[in-house]
């Protein structure tokens, strides 16, 4: 159990809670993750277009296809050198430790190729299948490092606040790149990254210290170890395979981008024949390539604003509506919609606008819905299970879009309206998918933590104000109790009998304090009413009652509990420098 403390937000802590619930003393822990993830994704989004750069320039489209799925293979090999690591790692302490390792072997990396550049030594499809590598373990490190470092109900309330970070960074990243990679050369390009990478590693340490002890993850159950031998090697796979849960997540993950790897194929379609088409009735005036081009921009431009909108705005509050169990259900509905529409309305604009509310839905709330899917497992599956499947899974997707669209366009000649059919299907197995793994997520979020109302630990006093003066009256500290470790309570006042504040009081939420003013020559009781609701919606009263009347103050009567004149937790004239007095005990 831990009580609400009621110290004062911090301005930044202030700004955040209109957008989630936040506890007093996270701002710094959630800067911190903020700048962290914002680093990574600005110093990958500032690689990716020197990828494409060096591949295309030094091999060709193939090339490029053939490496696309080489990322998968080398991750077999790959993720039981991980296991390895983490196994060595764990024993240490230090939460932040797996994502320094990892990011330092991937920093010593990027200076051997920044060298390898300056020496005019080709390098297009190492550093292609690299970055591939490096996209998927390093952002899947730094997400299992968070699912490890909070506990379950504190990331259901920040992950959606911390995705912010990296929706910006992604942003900024794509915008910048263009023009950094003309200013300053590949090998310089290379080591900017690098730094930004050295940034935020360095920041992780600074993120694991300053998350308040409320906040931080609980000790999870341990796991057996694996024995040696080829057991060990396949370690990585046998932690999502022996478990139902993961196993889930995993093909569905798989699906997932398989849809949305299809989902793109049909764009590109529908772009291909429009820019067919304008280039036609420009007479010549336009390339295809300059038509695609400018309607790509526009639509990762429409792509960005909505996710960074959806991130800020919707997506915890779809968590703390309907919790992760549907979360996980608004992208595969969204992709139902959207393919069942395309398959009856096959128009060029309709396409776009799906297209656009997909990707955008994908990258904010699936995204951050599939982080928090790990936060109720044990340590091995956080960081062994989530980066197997981050990485092999998800790339095992691409490979299996790309086997459909071989099968079904190129071998079968079958049109975009049968791929369309089968993405509707697709969908609708996500659907099913995605329903047996939040029941399973809330399964093990009832066995380990069963959501429970907050409480009133301390008897709000009642007050006695002068008619015509002005009192300020603030709710006293630990007033209210939340049994949940990492739960945030939300705070909202009224009258008793339910109607709103008369215009002489007011509530401020964040100080949780009363400014009261009663109307000069009247004399009254109001009955007040101060609820505090957790993340999840369950709540609680407590009640006290503001009496005013005549000036002088009637005589002070002392009541067990409640604060005296002078104390802390009494209100004080901000004007008269009168004192309130408390005239009777509330049974």
């Keep these: 159990m831990s009580l609400f403390n009621f110290s004062r937000l911090t301005p930044f802590e202030r700004l955040l809670s209109g957008l989630t619930a936040v506890r007093p003393g996270e701002g710094r822990g959630i800067f911190l993750m903020l700048a962290q993830i914002f680093l990574l994704m600005f110093g990958y989004y500032l690689l990716r277009p020197l990828r494409e750069a060096l591949i295309l320039a030094e091999g060709s489209p193939e090339v490029r296809a053939y490496a696309t799925g080489a990322v998968a293979l080398v991750l077999i090999f790959i993720i039981p050198l991980y296991k390895m690591l983490f196994d060595y790692l764990k024993q240490g302490g230090r939460k932040s430790a797996v994502l320094r390792w990892v990011g330092s072997f991937f920093i010593t990396n990027l200076l051997f190729f920044a060298l390898l550049v300056w020496l005019d030594v080709p390098v297009a499809v190492p550093f292609y299948i690299w970055l591939g590598v490096f996209s998927v373990m390093v952002v899947a490190q730094f997400w299992a490092f968070a699912a490890d470092l909070f506990n379950v109900k504190t990331g259901q309330r920040l992950f959606a606040l911390i995705m912010v970070g990296a929706a910006l960074g992604a942003w900024l990243g794509s915008q910048v790149a263009g ?141 703390r509506w309907v919790g992760v169990r549907g979360a996980i259900l608004v992208l595969p509905l969204v992709m139902l919609a959207s393919y069942g529409l395309i398959y009856l309305v096959p128009v060029f ?75 509707i299907g697709l969908s609708v197995v996500l659907i099913y998918l995605g329903t047996a793994i939040g029941r399973h997520h809330r399964k093990e979020i009832r066995q380990n933590l069963a959501n429970l109302p907050p409480v009133v630990n301390t008897r709000l006093p009642d007050v006695y104000v002068p008619a015509g003066q002005m009192l300020v009256f603030t709710v006293p500290e630990h007033a209210f109790m939340d049994p949940d470790p990492g739960d945030a309570l939300r705070f909202q006042a009224g009258c008793a009998d339910g109607s709103p504040l008369p215009g002489w009081v007011r509530f401020d939420p964040f100080n949780h304090s009363f400014t009261i003013r009663p109307p000069a020559g009247e004399q009254d009781t109001l009955e007040i009413t101060v609820s505090a609701t957790d993340f999840e919606g369950l709540s609680v009263e407590s009640g006290f009652s503001i009496s005013y009347g005549p000036d002088p103050v009637p005589r002070f009567i002392a009541v067990p509990g409640a604060p005296g004149p002078g104390s802390p937790g009494h209100p004080a004239a901000a004007d008269a420098g009168t004192v309130a007095a408390a005239p009777a005990a509330r049974q």
């Design 349 to 423: 604009a309709l396409v776009r606008l799906m297209m656009i509310a997909e990707s955008a839905a994908n990258y904010s709330i699936q995204n951050t819905t599939n982080h928090a899917l790990y936060l109720p497992v044990t340590r091995d599956e956080k960081y062994i299970g989530k980066t197997t499947v981050d990485t092999f899974f998800v790339r095992f997707g691409d490979l299996v879009y790309a086997g459909m669209i071989l099968l079904t366009a190129e071998l079968l000649g079958l049109d975009v309206g049968a791929i369309t059919a089968i993405n």
């Design 179 to 319: 023009t950094l990679f003309a200013l300053l050369g590949t090998p310089r390009l290379m080591l900017l990254a690098a730094l930004l990478l050295s940034g935020a590693l360095y920041l992780s340490r600074k993120a694991e210290r300053a998350v308040p002890e409320g906040s931080r993850s609980l000790p999870t159950r341990a796991v057996a170890s694996e024995p040696a031998g080829l057991a060990q090697v396949l370690a990585g796979f046998q932690v999502v395979l022996r478990s139902g849960y993961l196993l889930r997540i995993a093909v569905f993950v798989l699906l997932l981008n398989w849809v949305n790897s299809t989902g793109q194929y049909i764009l590109a379609t529908f772009a291909s024949e429009y820019a067919g088409e304008a280039v036609a009735a420009s007479a010549g005036a336009l390339t295809i390539g300059e038509v695609l081009a400018r309607f790509y921009g526009n639509f990762y431009a429409w792509v960005t604003a909505l996710q960074i909108g959806l991130q800020l705005f919707l997506v915890s509050r779809i968590f």
